[in-house]
């Protein structure tokens, strides 16, 4: 069993910064594929990005590369979203999520933290 507990979502001008945090219970937390989505308002669920197990690895969306820098930290169950040069398009709702093998359909989730970014 995995609980995913997201932070660090707010509210920042175009052009800002937010990290996201995404706090794992459990103790197998390193054998994780770990990602984050993201929903807006009117829009389908996508997955912005994705790391490996190791941390090796890791996955973004064309609309956030070179923007967006996914990390883990297995040692804290710990996922970070470094996400820069933020703006309004990225305002949605973002979610934790994790599974042993992929991220296609997700086993666990959290409880999602909303991103606002104004012009």
């Known amino acids: 069993q995995v609980q995913l507990v997201e932070s660090g979502g707010g509210l920042v001008q175009a052009g800002g910064s937010l990290r996201l945090t995404c706090a794992a219970s459990g103790r197998t937390f390193g054998y994780y594929v770990m990602g984050w989505f993201r929903q807006a308002p009117g829009k389908e669920r996508e997955l912005v990005a994705a790391?490996?197990?190791?941390?090796?690895?890791?996955y973004y969306a064309e609309s956030v590369k070179g923007r967006f820098t996914m990390s883990r930290d297995n040692r804290k169950n710990t996922v970070y979203l470094q996400m820069n040069l933020l703006t309004p398009e990225d305002t949605a709702v973002y979610y934790c999520?994790?599974?042993?093998?992929?991220?296609?359909?997700?086993?666990?989730w959290g409880q999602g933290t909303q991103v606002t970014v104004s012009s």
């Open positions: 790391i490996g197990w190791s941390g090796e690895n890791t």
């Open positions: 999520a994790a599974d042993r093998t992929t991220l296609k359909t997700p086993y666990y």
